[in-house]
């Protein structure tokens, strides 16, 4: 069994910032790459942001410029640093996992999601 818990989320102002964490454990062996997704009120979940354990990473055309995606791979941590926080970056934020567990089985988890409200 794996969880990931984030955490970081909350209310900020148009032009602030917030720190997005995300935390794996359980049963790992190794984790390929860790992304941030987010999903609005009546939108799909889309990609945010995403990072290899090589420290490849890829992000939105939408946030590229303003948001931060780093990692941790001794503490199997994933971190989305946000600035210039808009009012459409609202959204609840979810953490996802691309790993091998201790069986050496490929798969995929996801964090419970935190919310972020950009409001003045």
């Known amino acids: 069994q794996v969880q990931l818990v984030e955490s970081g989320g909350g209310l900020v102002q148009p032009g602030g910032s917030l720190r997005l964490s995300c935390a794996a454990s359980?049963?790992?062996?190794?984790?390929?790459?860790m992304g941030w997704y987010r999903q609005a009120p009546g939108k799909q979940r889309e990609l945010v942001a995403a990072?290899?354990?090589?420290?490849?990473?890829t992000y939105a055309g939408a946030v590229k410029g303003r948001f931060t995606i780093s990692r941790d791979n001794a503490k199997n941590t994933v971190y989305l640093q946000m600035n210039s926080l808009k009012p459409e970056d609202t959204a609840v934020y979810y953490c996802?996992?691309?790993?091998?567990?201790?069986?050496?089985?490929?798969?995929?988890?996801w964090g419970q999601g935190t919310q972020v409200t950009v409001s003045s």
């Open positions: 996802n996992a691309d790993l091998f567990n201790s069986d050496y089985e490929p798969m995929n988890y």
């Open positions: 359980g049963s790992i062996f190794s984790i390929y790459a």
């Open positions: 990072i290899t354990d090589g420290g490849s990473t």
